[in-house]
């Protein structure tokens, strides 16, 4: 079974800086996707990035970038010019590419990283 | 196109009532995932269902927990006899079936509370 870890239960940046959030996963496949979702207070689940495992490239949206490292399974989100909006929970999660008829498009999340902004 | 809606957005239940839990995907899905978060968790997985089928109900509690996607209608989560445990925020998602570009969207989640 795949496992999501998110070591960092809180973070705090200030606005207009940079800030990285770390997300760690095990798995015994070779084709997955990974995935970056917010929660902002509204308990609204946004989908704020994706990763295709297959790509060497880091995905990129505007101010939010990652830095994949197959080898590592790490997965990590950089916010950049962080926004006072950009506060919420933030869950990195894991998800099979390999067609399982019974397991579908399920989604592994972590536990969560709690995203300060100081203004 | 409305994108998915559960409802209701908040239920509050006593001890050993029950609860019903309802999402509509959006226009076009046919697969619908149900997650749970409890307080200060992650979303965990519960059951995966197709047009009246269920595929996948490994995250579901073995017990009082039921889930359904008729032919016609909302997808429902169905908790009997609920328990202060059963508090939490529920997640739907759905998506459409071309794999593997089935992108789950979420809805706004129902939160449940038992007193």
């Known amino acids: 079974a795949q496992t999501v870890t998110q070591s960092q239960p809180e973070m705090s940046v200030q606005e207009a800086e940079t800030v990285t959030l770390s997300c760690t996963y095990d798995t015994s496949e070779s084709d997955y996707y990974l995935f970056w979702y917010k929660q902002p207070p509204s308990r609204q689940m946004i989908l704020v990035i994706r990763?295709?495992?297959?790509?060497?490239q880091n995905a990129t949206e505007n101010r939010f970038s990652v830095n994949f490292q197959k080898a590592a399974k790490s997965f990590s989100l950089k916010i950049s010019d962080s926004q006072l909006g950009d506060a919420a929970m933030y869950f990195c999660a894991y998800r099979s590419a390999v067609m399982e008829e019974t397991s579908g498009s399920r989604l592994t999340f972590g536990e969560g990283t709690q995203l300060t902004v100081n203004p | 196109n409305a994108g998915v809606m559960q409802n209701p957005r908040h239920l509050v239940r006593r001890r050993g009532q029950e609860a019903r839990l309802r999402c509509s995907p959006m226009?076009?899905?046919?697969?619908v995932y149900w997650y749970r978060q409890l307080p200060e968790e992650g979303l965990k997985f519960m059951v995966y269902?197709?047009?009246?089928?269920?595929?996948?109900e490994s995250g579901m509690p073995k017990e009082r927990f039921s889930a359904e996607f008729p032919k016609e209608g909302p997808s429902i989560l169905r908790i009997q006899q609920v328990v202060r445990g059963d508090s939490a925020a529920y997640f739907c998602?759905?998506?459409?079936?071309?794999?593997?570009?089935?992108?789950?969207?979420f809805g706004p989640g129902t939160r449940l509370t038992v007193l």
């Open positions: 269902l197709q047009k009246e089928n269920i595929i996948d």
């Open positions: 998602a759905s998506s459409h079936g071309t794999w593997p570009y089935n992108e789950q969207f």
């Open positions: 226009k076009g899905h046919s697969h």
């Open positions: 990763q295709e495992a297959y790509k060497q």
